[in-house]
């Protein structure tokens, strides 16, 4: 397994450079606030991720670059959360956890929400590869309720009367 330092090394973009793409791409004519739209906006200092924070002099809400966006409130940092939209198209979501050293679970999630994300956009198509994982198709009955239980084993009367056929034989 490759270890969390060679991968940040290796493929992960700059931290700095992710946020200043999302910052150019969300607000190219100047920061707005999410809640009001009001452009009167201070910046107010950074979160733990590293994005600006921003207060709102209209609403008076604090806010970030990453509110309302696919990238708030996760774990994965903002580099990892690039590199996974990046793999998403040609790789597996197995190949990625197993390049991130992080969980699949966590990396699945993420993919989740981002194509959740992408569905939403009218003008976003999807075509391509379809990866599927794992999937269970239920056939025939099987773990269904029945209305009775099935009968079981030998009544007592066809069991004497298969001992006696037995005995003559």
Known sequence: MVS????????????????EYLRDHRWPNGVTCPHCES???????????????????????????????IFAEHQLSIPEMYHIISKMEGHTTNDIFQELDRTYKT????????????EEDPEFD?????EADEVYVVAGEKGTKQASPRSRGL????????SQTNRQS
């Open 107 to 118: 990396v699945l999630d993420f993919v989740h929400e981002v194509q959740d994300a992408l």
């Open 39 to 69: 452009a009167d906006t201070i910046k107010k200092g950074t979160t733990r991720k590293g994005a600006q924070r921003y207060q709102c002099k209209n609403c008076n809400s604090i806010f970030n670059d990453l509110t309302e966006t």
């Open 4 to 19: 969390r330092e060679s991968v940040s090394n290796v493929f992960l973009p700059d931290k700095e450079d992710c946020l």
């Open 155 to 162: 009544k007592k009367r066809d069991a004497e009367r298969s």
């Open 126 to 130: 999807l075509y391509g590869v379809c």
